[in-house]
């Protein structure tokens, strides 16, 4: 029975097409075939995820516990460089390698907690405008897919 008003059930899932196919592209981006753009943006859920963590740990700087941050926030920092080499983003490798050689647990950088207080919102900043700039080509993701 169909249903008055709305698309047919799981119509999202078989990609139906909008009236403006090049809606849903970036301006300067070229599409593939199918309307999807020619890049991703992988590194921007890790650096969404670092970001929130370096601004919600904020208040425990001086807490033995911020050892934990620094663990997540050094292995979020070295996901999102390697996604930054893979879309050829130099200065974000640099950004991201200074982080997490700042956060690093192992080896800690001695700085106060008033300066690491507001390193954790520059970081955090850092982070969104990497995790939003750094685009991966597709032909980059679906090379290292096809490899056995």
């Given amino acids: 029975m169909p249903r ?14 909008s009236s403006r196919p090049d809606a849903r592209r970036p301006a300067g981006a070229t599409a593939g075939t199918d309307g999807t ?3 991703t943006r992988p590194a921007l859920a890790p650096s969404l995820l670092a970001a929130v963590v370096l601004v ?3 208040a425990i700087v001086d807490s033995s516990a911020f050892v934990f941050v620094r663990w997540g ?3 979020l920092a070295l996901i999102v460089l390697v996604f930054a080499v893979r879309g050829r983003a130099w200065w974000a490798v640099a950004l991201t390698a200074a982080i997490a050689v700042c956060w690093n647990p192992v080896v800690v950088v001695p700085i106060p907690g008033q300066v ?5 919102l520059v ?19 679906a090379g290292r897919a096809s490899r056995p």
């Fill in 4 to 17: 008055k008003g709305r698309p047919p059930a799981g119509s999202s899932l078989q990609g139906v097409p």
């Fill in 73 to 75: 926030v050094t292995v």
């Fill in 123 to 141: 970081a955090a900043a850092a982070f969104i405008l990497v995790g939003i700039s750094v685009k991966v080509p597709r032909e980059a993701d």
């Fill in 37 to 39: 753009p020619s890049f």
């Fill in 116 to 120: 690491w207080a507001a390193l954790q």
């Fill in 56 to 58: 919600a740990f904020v």
